[in-house]
């Protein structure tokens, strides 16, 4: 019996002026990821980099198939590319998990959770309208909110500070381990496990 793989999204803007960005952190989860398997992602016509993948499970051993991609389109047009990648891998709503900056988490911290609000954020906003649900998964990266008066649209689009950078490799660990932990053992446990690091 075949079954449906797992769509894992990292959000960011495309292009290498915006790579280092604060809103580029899914993305960079989802190259940590494909670096564990071990393959590029590849362009694929659904306006995205992609690669089919095995995930790892916490305990190390192989997980579930999964397609780990990230939209070539710009942040605030995310949805079409993740709503043809699903209709392309047919992939359930309940198996999408999309990975994102989150302003309103500290820096570090990391976040699950399955539907509610979009906070702000265009990347969501555009995938709730593509897909006609709200009810994905969210792997919430804490950006920390902007200091001083600096305007949020300024702050996600800068680069980590250099403190940041030191703990960025950490934090992309940890949230590609938090993606592995949330399809190996659902949302509840994986929640219980990261909320209480």
Not at 85 to 112: N, S, T, Y
Not at 116 to 127: C, K
Not at 190 to 197: G, I, T
């Amino acid at each position: 019996m075949l079954v449906n793989p797992w769509l894992i999204v990292g959000l960011g803007n495309p292009g290498p002026q915006y790579a280092g960005h604060r809103h580029n952190v899914g993305a960079m989860v989802i190259d940590e990821l494909a670096d564990r398997a071990g393959v590029a992602l590849r362009a694929h016509k659904a306006k995205a980099l992609a690669a089919s993948v095995r995930l790892q499970t916490p305990a190390g051993g192989i997980g579930p198939q999964a397609i780990i991609a990230r939209p070539t389109t710009f942040m605030n047009v995310s949805g079409p590319p993740v709503q043809s990648l699903m209709a392309f891998f047919k992939v359930p709503l309940e198996q999408v998990v999309v990975v994102h900056d989150e302003l309103d988490i500290d820096f570090g911290a990391l976040r699950l959770k399955r539907g509610g609000g979009e906070g702000g954020h265009n990347g969501l906003r555009s995938i709730s309208a593509s897909v006609g649900s709200k009810d994905y998964l969210r792997v919430r990266v804490g950006i920390g909110r902007p200091p001083g008066r600096m305007d949020a649209a300024s702050f996600v689009l800068k680069d980590f500070n250099p403190a940041e950078r030191k703990e960025l490799p950490l934090l992309l660990s940890e949230a590609a381990d938090a993606v592995e932990l949330l399809v190996d053992r659902g949302l509840t446990d994986a929640q219980n496990l990261v909320h209480s690091r």
